[in-house]
């Protein structure tokens, strides 16, 4: 029944992409989107500097993984952290499904550090909790910074303002969960935890919590990973303005900056894989403002998505020759077999 639920729930996912791209394609016209991606390969040297720095911030989300199993007290090599973690991008870029890399990348990394299961597996959801509010801070900061510019527009303040809410919540969230250990303030959760049914669910989810709340205790680690997200957001945003020179838009950085995190929120939402339509639909509606066309609007999501996507093919051909350096002893095999 949950392999049908799931299942059902893809391909509903994929039917509103088909869906949302096929409205586009006929918004921006299927001729005029052929013409720009001609012209614009004729720019051949900008598509290709956006594509190899693309692998910048591929880099940096890779470190701030491996500074998080690192805290976690797994100590994976730098080797066989980019190994698991490729083969993951690949997975997330070529698998239907939300997070059919996430679940390949947990399950590799459990193998790794088979005595530390839950904690292995609570790493890929840290790296994603903090990736997310960090593109929340940048996307509020940047509400904020460019409030005037936004509000003067409709398109823009009809999305900024909305945004900018589900920013300060999951921002506020976000310091709740680190500042405050929940288990400890909230009583009712700790006694949970050894209730006849809910205590094995509810022990399991002590564990992954405590694996978030042990990153409040490193503040150079919070730094670190405070430092190279931002970075690897600015990297983005910096990708988006080389395709836009390969468009041949003359727009300041700042509107790159104020947008990109924007559209980027917004394809965060899971409603399509990937965010496929939804993110190329906002960069539409928010760049007309500024009289971009929709055909360019499109490009300027997606082709940074596409990069993204391409340095994920590395992690297939790493995926063929991966092999666990420290595979589940026999006992323990048998063991979880019997469970």
Aim: net charge positive; charged share 15%.
């Amino acid at each position: 029944m949950k392999s049908l639920k799931q299942t059902a729930s893809t391909l509903a996912r994929l039917a509103i992409a088909a869906i949302v791209m096929t409205w586009l394609f006929r918004k921006m016209g299927v001729a005029t989107l052929g013409q720009t991606l001609k012209d614009c390969a004729g720019q051949w040297y900008w598509l290709a500097a956006a594509l190899a720095l693309t692998l910048v911030p591929v880099l940096l989300c890779m470190a701030r993984w491996k500074l998080i199993l690192d805290a976690q007290g797994l100590l994976l090599s730098w080797l066989r952290t980019t190994s698991i973690f490729f083969i993951g991008l690949f997975f997330n870029a070529f698998m239907i499904g939300p997070t059919g890399g996430d679940i390949i990348k947990a399950y590799l990394t459990a193998r790794e550090t088979h005595q530390k299961k839950t904690e292995a597996v609570s790493t890929i959801l840290i790296d994603r909790v903090i990736g997310m509010l960090m593109l929340a801070l940048m996307t509020g900061g940047m509400i904020l910074i460019r409030w005037n510019f936004l509000m003067e527009h409709p398109e823009t303040r009809r999305v900024a303002i909305p945004m900018l809410v589900v920013c300060l919540l999951l921002l506020g969230g976000g310091i709740l969960a680190f500042s405050v250990h929940l288990f400890e303030k909230i009583p009712v959760l700790k006694r949970m935890t050894g209730h006849r049914w809910m205590g094995r669910i509810a022990s399991l989810v002590e564990r992954v919590y405590n694996a978030f709340y042990v990153c409040r205790k490193h503040p150079r680690l919070l730094l670190q990973i405070t430092l190279s997200s931002l970075t690897l957001q600015t990297c983005l945003v910096l990708v988006a303005a080389l395709v836009g020179k390969a468009l041949g838009l003359n727009v300041r950085f700042i509107d790159y900056l104020t947008f990109y995190p924007l559209v980027s929120m917004i394809g965060a939402i899971p409603v399509t894989p990937g965010g496929l339509g939804l993110r190329e639909g906002a960069s539409i509606h928010m760049w007309s403002v500024l009289a971009v066309s929709a055909d360019k609007a499109f490009l300027l999501a997606f082709m940074p998505y596409l990069f993204l996507t391409a340095w994920g093919i590395p992690g297939g051909i790493l995926f063929l020759f991966h092999r666990s350096a420290n595979p589940i002893p026999p006992a323990e095999t048998m063991a979880s077999n019997q469970e």
